[in-house]
Nanobody, 115 residues
Framework: QVQLVESGGGLVQPGGSLRLSCTAS????????MYWYRQAPGKERELVAR???????NYADSVKGRFTISRDNAKNAVYLQMNSLKPEDTAVYYC?????????WGQGTQVTVSS
């Protein structure tokens, strides 16, 4: 059974940091590109960061220099280190795995940036 389980969300003050984790099972994790998306209330889901099987990395312009994506194939996990958080980073963050036509999603973890 394929599972992607996100964790690490929560409430943080502006300027603070959070580290999201996504743990995978039920598929060959190292063969999948991994993505972090987010969706704020009333807005469309947007790509935040992605890391490929050979560790190529891309970020949305809105998070460049503040967020860092990484993966640990030995632990079947992908991470999103989020620093200098802003209120506009508030959203549900989703983990996504993609290999050709195969795609899997986690259930999401809420990140709220507020004073």
């Amino acid at each position: 059974q394929v599972q992607l389980v996100e964790s690490g969300g929560g409430l943080v003050q502006p300027g603070g940091s959070l580290r999201l984790s996504c743990t995978a099972s039920g598929f060959t994790f190292s063969s999948y590109s991994m993505y972090w998306y987010r969706q704020a209330p009333g807005k469309e889901r947007e790509l935040v960061a992605r890391i490929g099987t050979t560790d190529w990395i891309n970020y949305a312009d809105s998070v460049k220099g503040r967020f860092t994506i990484s993966r640990d194939n030995a632990k079947n996990a992908v991470y999103l280190q989020m620093n200098s958080l802003k209120p506009e980073d508030t959203a549900v963050y989703y983990c996504n795995a993609v290999q050709f036509a195969n795609t899997y999603w986690g259930q999401g973890t809420q990140v709220t940036v507020s004073s």
